[in-house]
């Protein structure tokens, strides 16, 4: 069974019935299958030995969409034998109000017999089981769809979710149906069961049936009819981008180096001042959609068919009216860009500063030699930048950032600043750094006397 309906919201409302049920049972025709009943009239489960012997499941196509493809619901029913040679139909809660309120949905084998299948009192039963429709969050009092809510609930639901849930995107509606239905109680499984006293999906088991006396058949050479013109086919749709995820790398560069010829803090030196500007770029995270296009053109009935009011006009006359109507007439991709910013984070920004080794030889040989009690003070630095990111339009994060070295020791210095971004919701965080090119001397003011 493939049958189709449009209305897709009506899947959102349905799916979440799953755990409530109308009292209702029955068995077949005039010939009812042997059943033990206790004084209530009811099935007595304590004679019955139920063995569930497979499920029948029938797809119900809701809508057919271009790449996605189609979109449904299964309807299904559990099918039991008990111990008298009888067959239980159960359907779930949601194929009970389903079928109740679109019985063309019912397969063959349930739809083509006669035999007592309560959909109506079983649909009704479910909205029982709920509390009611209020209770499910149908606004009975406040819409006027021309249908009784208490002597047809089901057939005021269908409207209902077509006319005022599809078409005015009441969103509340589900979840409070969510709600209503997550608390409501199950029923026995006899009270949604139907019992047949053969297997009514299976027809190898059905009784022969007597042959239909043969009808006259119609007259031939009737005129053909004149055939309707064929709609104009919409073209196969585009197949549209992959989803991509792209990033520039981080940088940082060097703005200044201050002052030019360092001296050491000890002899009245201010150190060294270096400031960087680092950048981190957005994450683009780009996605297409497939959409329909429209284009404005003179709507012919025998092509297109009666318009509906929702297609729109797309040209007005106050005389004569307007036959230009807005009309899909293919699709298109759309493209989606999404700029993500990656913070750079102050607490990984940072410099560092290594004192060759050559430069430390050179203090504990030549230098103590010169100067008695000369040593190495402070070799290696690693201290914290200073700054304040900011964004800019485009979702860059810049920060200028002050890193500041109190050299204590002369000779000749290896400069670095590293940095870190948070990293977003699709990529990771990434690490930049900037290396000064050529060593940074620090000077010691050296002063001898000459006889």
Partial sequence: MNAKHPTILLVLAFVLLFSVAGPAWGQEGDDDPPIPVNEYGTPDMDDIDLDLTYTHSDKVVIADLPVVGEIGIDLTYDVYTDNYGNTWVVPDPVTILYTSLYPEALPPGLASRGDGWTYGSLGVGVIEACGGLEAMGVDVGGVDLGIDPVADPTGFLK??????????????????????????????????????????????????????????????????????????????????????ISQQPPAMMLIESHPPNPVVVGQGGQGLDVTVRAISYPVIHRWWTLEP??????????????????????????????????????????????????????????????????????????????????????????????????FTADQRCIVDALVHFSFEDPGYYDVEVHGQTAGTIYTPPRSFSYVMEDPQAVYLMDTMLIR
């Fill in 293 to 390: 296009k429209f284009d404005c053109r003179n709507w012919d009935d025998e092509v297109y068919g009666v318009p509906h009011p929702n297609d729109g006009q797309c040209c007005s006359d106050s005389s004569n009216g307007c036959d230009h109507w807005r009309i899909q007439t293919g699709w298109r991709c759309v493209e989606h860009v999404e700029r993500i910013p990656d913070p750079i984070l102050m607490e990984y920004l940072r410099g560092t500063a290594d004192l060759h080794e050559t430069s430390i030889e050179w203090i504990e040989s030549d230098l103590a030699g010169k100067y008695p009690g000369a040593r190495v003070r402070h070799p290696h630095w690693n201290v914290n930048g200073v700054g304040s990111p900011y």
């Fill in 159 to 244: 409207a209902y979710v077509e006319s005022v849930v599809m078409e005015g995107g009441h969103w509340e509606f589900m979840a409070q149906m969510w709600q209503t239905l997550a608390a409501a109680d199950s029923l026995p499984l006899w009270q949604l069961a139907i019992i047949y006293g053969d297997d009514p999906f299976d027809p190898t088991d059905d009784a022969t049936p007597t042959p239909m006396v043969t009808a006259t058949p119609w007259p031939t050479g009737l005129p053909t009819p004149t055939p309707r013109a064929t709609a104009i086919p919409l073209p196969t749709p585009p197949t549209c981008p992959p989803e991509s």
